[in-house]
Structures are given as C-alpha cells and as structure tokens.
C-alpha cells in the first residue's frame, strides 16, 4: 500500500468528487415535484461541428421531361451520432436522414422501391396528394416484403415541403431512420441567398449504440423523445450563412413524438409556407412551433458581426403533463460569414390566394382521448375505441366536408388527415383570421380545446387520419376515411 | 425530514452516501441508521482494496453512482416519476422506492437499466407520495438518489 501526500492529496480529490455528486443527488424536491438539480434531459450535440451541406437530390433517371424517376432502397446502414457508439440505422439508400427527392410542381414522380430491409414496409407519402393506392397505408397496399419491390407512381399536384416515412410500425422503423424529405418547386420561388431543408428529429442511444426501442411510460404516454437532437441527422450541425444576407430554412419535424418550437435568439421569422405551400400573407414570429409531421418555411435576414455565432434554440413548449417544464436546448449554429454585397432585398409580403373552402356544418366530430386500460397502461382513443375498431367514416367522392376534432386528453395531439389539405377554420372555438388561412395536413389539437375544419374529399379510395405522435397512432389512436 | 450527507472510509474505500435523518431504511437493508439505510451497496458493505487493488490484487471495485431524480408529474390521477440514470454506469436494473405520509420507503418496482421513468398508477390516494430510486450493477447498489415529493391530488 502506497502513502504519502500523493495519497492523502487524492483521497481528499475523491472525498470532495463524491461528495459534491451526492450533494447534487441529494437535492430535495419542491411542491412541485421538481427536483432542484435536474439532470440533463437532453443530451448536448457531442462531436465536431459539421458544416450543413445542402441535401443532395437522388439523381433522376428519366429523359423524359417532367418526369422524375428514382431508387429508393430501404435499407441497414452504419451510422456514428456524436461521440456514441456506431450505430445501426434503417436507412432509404443508405443515409439518414434517407434520399432528398427534388421535383418541380406537375412533375410524375416514379420512385422504384426495394425493401432490403429484415422485415415488411410501406412508404407513406406525407402530404401528398396522390391515389390512394399510392399513399403506402395498410388500408390500401400490401406491406412490401422484405426482398419485395414495388412502384410507387403520382404527379405533384402541389408546391412544398413534404416527407416519407413507413405507415406500419412506423414508430420504430422511423426511429431508426427511415424518412426523408421531398421539395417540390413552384414555379416560382422566393428570392434568398442560403436555402436549406432542415429535417429535425431525435434520436435515443442505448449505451452501446443501439437505437432503443424501448416503450417505457413516458415514450408511450409522450411518445419517443431521444437524448440527442438531429438537423439533417446531425446532433452538432453548423450552417455558415452570409452576414445580411436572406436565409431560407425549410423545416420538417419528423421526430416520433417531440414537438420543436424553433427560435433564432436575435432575429424574428416570416413564415412564408407550411404543410401545403406558400401562406397568402406571410407573417412575422418569433419562435416556429412544429408538431411531428409539420412543415415551415421561413425566411430571415442574418443579423450580426461577421464570424460570429448564433445558436439557434429549441425552446420549451408545454405540450400537457408538464412537458414545459423542459429546459431550452441548443439545436446548431448559425456562422455568419463574408457579408452580403448588397443589402437584402425585402422579404415578401404576400403570394397568390388560396381558394377558400366553404363553410358549414359540421359533418363529424371526433374526439382524442387517453386513458389507463386495465392493466395501467394509457391507451389513446378515437370516440373512445382504438384502431381498428374506430367505425370508418364514409364520404361520398368529390363532397366539401366540415370536421371537429375534440381533445378530450391532458396533452397536446397532431391530428394528420392523409390525401388531403384542411384549412383550419377554428382553434378551440377562436375562429382562424380571413389573412391566415393555410393547406395543411397535420395540426396540433390543444389539450381540453378542438379544431374545426374543412377539406374537399375528391380522390376515392380509404385514407387515414391519425395522431402524429407515431407510438400513439401505433397504439391505437387512428381511423379511416371510406371516400367512395 | 432533512437530508443528511455522510461520508465513511472502510479499509481505505471512502464511500458518500445520503438518506433522510429517520433512517427510513429499504427493504432488505439491515441498518436503521442514516449511513446503512443510505449505503451504496444496499447495507451489504462493498469489498474495498488499497492502492494497490488489495490483498487479491484485482482492482479496487468502482463506486455506483446514484440516479437523479428530475421531475414528478400528475397524470391522470396518479403520479409519473422521471429521474436520470448515472451517465457513467450501466445499471443492470433500476429500483422504484416509493413511501406515503407517514410510512417507510419500499420497493415500488424493479425496472430495467435503462428506465428512467415510471408511471405509478397505485399512487392515488390523497396524500404525498415520496420517491427514491438507486441503480443495481451486479450484486453493488448505488446509494440513493435525491427525493421527490408530491401529492396527485394537489
């Protein structure tokens, strides 16, 4: 046994270690049931910075003019977030987030689909507007077999951001990696010098690397909320923007259960667009709240000294069951480099209207609930039953139809409509400003509160609607549309 | 109850724990006292060596540190408790202690290692529910984790 100073020196090192780590552990609670000394929720970025390159498209393999023809091959990838270990991921051709699919409005899409992945899949196309027999649900395809093929074949009717994503056991294949973005060009588009599609998740590691499936109570009652944040698979992404110049960031949330509330500390955002293309009058905000499933478009001018750095926050957002409570946490950076040359030109201020649906009486209502089932577990609910015995709801082709989705439940629910937009007429009884109105395809249901909407059911065949916290549409908390 | 921290050396091996002042021990620790009810190998004393990994020569064994407990929330009646794992340990199992008003702290569950929440649907009654938890690596416990404290009624 060795002695001397050297040992008493690091006995007294392990003496205060320990005990300042047990003091910390021993911090009470207050009234609340608010530790003192929380511990990190999430994990901060860990790794090197890497500059975020633009997504880069899958090259189309038709001549043909206004067709764009892909593979698109879910498959196993290795992939290393931060300073984990190597990960396995699902990928779509070996990325995550998967391909970046790049079209213009009007263009046939034809995406060659091959499932090497260990087990069935589907690909759901978020948004879009296409056949049923295209939109990668249960209610219409067979699951692609491991091994299998098949081609999925629609026109972009509409401008905008959309995703895909599996639509069976979806909450774990997504999780592990299978999703990615699908930008649609109008024909015209809004001047800016950095443009970039931002696909923000979460992801949670096991300690060895794994991406955990576990469903414990709070992914079940939250849904899956990872310990890393991801911009474009990223948990340290740096995006180096001109000083002055106009930024565009389009943003899709396509984390399994956390909600982003999106801040650039400093600048103030005008969203220009969301689920179904560019908003009739653009406004200005501070913070851009996205429930999963949701898309953004915004625009800013980066304000600040050349070489500085801002690090944009995703903000607390209280979602039901004290979720609020959340610190902010850091989601990249913004570097701002050589100046513009010119000062920016000002941002738009409007686009083109939308049609404006009518309105009327209200044709259905639904109502999301949550409750303990016998064993203790909380089961999620539409007119309180789970999928599928929620009865379908049938509508005749081509009919104008107002909705109510109540929210009967303490939490927050996105309620995702599939094949076709919905302009939200009314938040909890508050009906939506004329100058407001948007396309949109998933739209946060507040807690105790409901929305009122109204779409044109006009492509036959059955559609789903369903929560977009993935564990909770999974568990039960999903219908279907019989448009006939 | 106050939290009390101590601190005792046992051949050489400095071990920090802590616990409330009633010495509300576990289940299965054989101590009433403050340090054994709060000890990191659950009342069984933890093997120690010297510097030089005692007298087998094998390394000395590695403190398990505690869980933190983060927040207690109501939900639907009852309480759902979230805590955060030892980032520097894997533990093989978590344990759920739970007391009400005036009662001794018990095993509530026995979690997976890497759970770190729980939704206590028996905790219903109009009362304050107090929560602990510490971390099983093999047959070693961490020593407790801070309390939390709330009544779902409130």
Known sequence: MSGGVSSIARLTSVVALSLGAVLLACGASDEHGHAHQPGPVVAPPTGAEAELEALVPVPNKSQTPGVVEVDLEAKLGRKVYGDAPETEVWTYNGTVPGAFLDAKVGDRLVVNFKNALPEPTTVHWHGVRLPAAMDGTLAMQQPVPAGGTFRYEFVLKDAGLFWFHPHMRSDIQVQKGLYGALRVRAASEPESDVERVLVLDDIKLERDGRVSETLDDNSRMMGREGNTLLVNGTSNARLTVPTGGVVRLRLVN??????????????????IGSDGGFVPRPYDTETVLM?????????????????????????PHERGHESGMRPASPLM????????????????????????????PVAHTVTLDEKPNANGDYVFTIDGKTFPDVPPIVIPNGQVRVWEVKNDSDMEHPFHLHGFFFQVLARSGVATPADRLLWKD????????????????????SWMYHCHILEHGELGM?????VQ | MRNVVWVVMVSGAVIVGCGDDKGGGSSGT???????????????????????????????????????????????????????????AACDAIELERKADGE???????????????????????????????????????????????????
Request: charged share 20%.
């Open chain 1, 442 to 461: 998933t739209e946060i249901v507040p807690s105790k509160g409901s929305i009122r909407f109204v779409a044109r059911f006009d492509e036959p065949g």
């Open chain 1, 291 to 315: 429930s999963p499933g949701e898309r953004y478009d915004v625009l800013f001018v980066a304000k600040g000294a050349e070489g500085s750095e801002i690090t944009v926050m995703n903000e």
């Open chain 1, 254 to 271: 396509v984390a399994n259960g956390r909600f982003f509330k999106v801040r650039v500390p400093g600048h103030t955002l005008r969203v």
């Open chain 2, 104 to 154: 001794a702290f018990a095993v509530a569950y026995t979690l997976g290692g890497s759970i770190d929440n729980k939704h206590d649907g028996q905790a219903t009654k109009d009362t304050t529910y107090t929560y602990r938890t510490r971390c099983k690596v093999g047959a070693a416990y961490s020593p407790y984790s801070n309390e939390i404290a709330r009544n779902p009624m409130k």
């Open chain 2, 30 to 88: 054989s101590g009433t006292t403050s340090s054994t009810s709060a000890s990191s190998s659950g009342g069984d004393p933890q093997p120690a060596g010297d510097d030089a990994g005692g007298s087998s020569g094998a390394p000395a064994p590695q403190a398990v540190p505690a869980p933190t407990m983060d927040r207690l929330v109501k939900m639907g009646g009852a309480l759902h408790v979230m805590w955060v794992n030892p980032a520097s």
């Open chain 1, 333 to 360: 950076k913004l570097r701002l480099g050589a100046p513009r040359a010119t000062p920016a030109p000002p941002l738009p201020d409007a686009f083109a209207p939308i049609e404006r649906l009518p309105e009327g």
């Open chain 1, 478 to 482: 999903m219908g279907e549309i019989k």
